[in-house]
């Protein structure tokens, strides 16, 4: 499994249905829960879902299963673990709220996705 090809393609599908912030936070370094994890977020539920829709879309179509689903009916935070990389898909709220950015902040931040 290619952990990099996985956040690449998470990272389009989440900017292809308008994702705000996307961030990728590498956290090889500081954790064994995954390689990355990436964090973004909508500005209502049906948004919220339909980033999570696309990335899973996305991402099967690649052959990359998504092991588990959270957060799905309510759409305030929807966690998708893909083993390798968690994807994090928020309402803004709740996005501020749970400032996953400054818990992880050991991780590198990655600046453009390209570099991966």
Partial sequence: MNSKEMVKLAYKALDDKKGEDIQIIDIQGVSVLADY???ANGNNP????AMADQVQEDLAKAGYECA????????????????????????RE???????ERIWRDGKTIVNVDEL
Avoid at 46 to 49: A, E, G, R, S, T
Avoid at 94 to 100: A, I, N, S
């Fill in 46 to 49: 049906n948004q919220v879902q």
């Fill in 37 to 39: 994890f990436i964090i």
């Fill in 94 to 100: 709740d996005r501020l709220f749970y400032d996953l």
């Fill in 68 to 91: 588990q689903v959270e957060g799905y009916q309510t759409a305030n935070w929807i966690l998708l673990d893909y083993k390798d990389m968690i994807v994090h898909v928020f309402c």
